[in-house]
């Protein structure tokens, strides 16, 4: 019998093993030293070839199983189904923490030109593909209504199946704009900084700004309905609100997901707010975060997610789940995703437009006019893998993880820095020992919510293997 490789990490009283499919199970000392040594006694083997950690021969039904199993772990993009759109850099709030550099509502030369339009229905015109996606982001998008009515009727003739995002401020939306959103195919994305002090602090300074805001929320979700509605808070590391300010802010409004999100360092917000070295911080934060999301499911009539959390949880049970473009591996970039900025220019991700917008490097991968730059994405993209860095391969959670090197060149310069000292491997390190020791916890209240967020109707066993 042939074992597959394991990895393993320390917990308090245990060590958690993986394998390179994602199969893991928790061991002691013992067992470790026996695997170390090629000591492996009756028990191991059988324990290891039932749980498929091992196989008798390459081509068995063990050895095939694991090879599907490590195959979905990996995401293989598709073609080009989803195009974030930026048509105009104005907007009506003067956010601190901006991360794009917005304009102000009046100032001109910062929207879509009409060639600049039509390159982009050539583009959409282009994509072969029945189903997309189309993001309209900015700026405040709805300020240039014009050109997403324009988009939307293009896109609806073209593609069998699409749907359109507007990621508005809903700061002030006219008739127009909530008949626009009406739509059964688009949906709103919103900010809603973690309280209601914060994000009148962030965003809206004036309280009556904060009032209208409140209002144009409430309205859109009693008009469009909840599930077309969603929010997302930034929160400032050095000013946070407790954890339950923040699920009683959003409970309040229906949500039952939350995607906690600290300051972005990619763009401008980092000249006016510390967004370098407060990992330790922000995981503490997290982590408290998830707790009190426990404590408040156990009694709920609706449990309530933290979305990345939810997220990685999913990447741990199984392979496949990789619809998320910020967690995947490989993250190959500019393949079925792209961002189109107000000047036709491409970028593979938004974050990339940010890092090009501060003027650290330039980032952008094309343009509309003379088409993408395979070249320069091919440079991007021979780090956008963690199966073969040396961090990585040793790491219990590499099945699960993924990478972001426009992270890494955005904090470090370089996207082939030391994994464990950045940003993003201390981040899911944390989230990952997190949700194991959830997994391995005693704690009902913990396996409701595991249960919940995982999706299935209560806490089994069976998802917390143990080799005694």
Not at 62 to 83: D, I, K, S, T
Not at 108 to 120: I, M, R, Y
Not at 254 to 262: A, E, K
């Amino acid at each position: 019998m042939t074992v597959f490789p394991l990895k393993f990490t320390r917990f308090a009283s245990h060590y958690l093993f993986a394998d390179d499919a994602g199969g893991y199970f928790r061991g002691d000392r013992n067992f470790l030293e026996r695997y170390a040594g090629g000591n492996l006694t009756a028990s191991d083997t059988e324990f290891l070839h039932t749980n498929g950690h091992a196989f008798d021969e390459v081509g068995d039904a063990a050895y095939m199983g694991f090879a599907y199993r490590w195959a979905q772990r990996l995401h293989r993009p598709q073609e080009l189904n989803y195009v974030i759109l930026v048509p105009t850099l104005r907007c009506n709030l003067a956010c601190g923490y901006c991360q794009v550099s917005r304009v102000n509502e009046n100032t001109s030369g910062f929207d879509w030109t009409e060639d600049t339009l039509a390159q982009v229905l050539r583009f959409l015109d282009g994509i072969d593909t029945a189903s997309a996606k189309i993001e309209f982001q900015g700026g405040e998008p709805l300020l240039r209504l014009d050109l997403l009515e324009t988009v939307r009727e293009f896109a609806r003739r073209k593609f069998k199946d699409v749907s359109f995002t507007v990621c508005t401020n809903l700061q002030s939306v006219s008739d127009e704009a909530w008949a626009f959103l009406d739509a059964s195919d688009t949906f709103v994305s919103t900010s809603l900084d973690g309280e209601l002090s914060a994000h009148q602090r962030q965003r809206t300074i004036t309280s009556g700004d904060t009032e209208q805001f409140v209002s144009n929320l409430r309205y859109a979700i009693g008009r469009l309905g909840q599930g077309k509605v969603s929010a997302l808070p930034t929160l400032d590391v050095n000013n946070l609100p407790t954890p339950n300010q923040i699920i009683g802010t959003f409970g309040d409004f229906g949500f039952r997901s939350i995607f906690l999100r600290p300051i972005n360092h990619q763009g401008f917000a980092r000249k006016r707010y510390q967004t370098m070295g407060m990992d330790e911080r922000w995981n503490d934060y997290h982590g408290r975060f998830i707790d009190a999301l426990i404590e408040h499911n156990w009694t709920a009539d609706f449990p309530v997610e933290e979305f990345y959390f939810t997220h990685c949880l999913r990447r741990v049970l199984r392979g496949g789940h990789n619809h998320h473009v910020d967690l995947r591996n490989p993250n190959i970039l500019g393949k079925d995703y792209i961002v189109i900025d107000f000047d036709g220019m491409f970028y593979p991700s938004d974050e990339a437009r940010m890092v090009t917008r501060v003027g650290q490097i330039d980032l952008s991968v094309g343009n509309l006019w003379d088409g993408i730059d395979q070249a320069k994405l091919d440079v991007l993209n021979e780090e956008a893998t963690n199966s073969f860095h040396p961090d990585c391969i040793h790491c219990p959670y590499q099945a699960a993880c993924g990478i972001d090197v426009i992270d890494d060149l955005s904090r470090y310069g370089r996207i082939d820095v030391t994994k464990r000292d950045t940003t993003f491997c201390r981040r899911h390190t944390a989230i990952f020992d997190k949700i194991f020791e959830l997994l391995y916890s005693d704690d009902k209240k913990a396996h409701k919510s595991l249960a919940a967020w995982a999706g299935i109707p209560e806490f089994d066993p069976s998802l917390a293997p143990i080799h005694r």
